[in-house]
């Protein structure tokens, strides 16, 4: 079993900053593939960013070099830094874990980008 816990989503302006963090409740250290997905209403839930090896990251086309994957080993955490939010951004950003091959997911976390 894996639990995944997103933090620090809200209410950014167009232009600004968020990062989003996943705390897991295991160790982190072999798991991928592991990142981040979202939904926006009435869309599909899409890949955001993820790790799919050590060395290796993934990301969707509508957030390379505006957003940011990272994973913290000794904190068994992972983060999204996103900056130059768009309103086409707002969405859920789901935490998802590939482990023993089973998927886990996070509750979700709000990011709304509005002026």
């Known amino acids: 079993q894996v639990q995944l816990v997103e933090s620090g989503g809200g209410l950014v302006q167009p232009g600004g900053s968020l990062r989003l963090s996943c705390a897991v409740s295991r160790s982190i250290f072999s798991i991928y593939p592991m990142g981040w997905y979202r939904q926006a209403p009435g869309k599909q839930r899409e890949l955001v960013a993820t790790?799919?090896?050590?060395?290796?990251?993934n990301y969707a086309d509508s957030v390379k070099g505006r957003f940011t994957i990272s994973r913290s080993n000794a904190k068994n955490t992972v983060y999204l830094q996103m900056n130059s939010l768009e309103p086409e951004d707002t969405a859920i950003y789901y935490c998802?874990?590939?482990?023993?091959?089973?998927?886990?997911w996070g509750q979700g976390t709000q990011v709304t980008v509005s002026s």
């Open positions: 790790f799919t090896s050590a060395s290796n990251t």
């Open positions: 998802y874990a590939h482990y023993n091959t089973v998927d886990y």
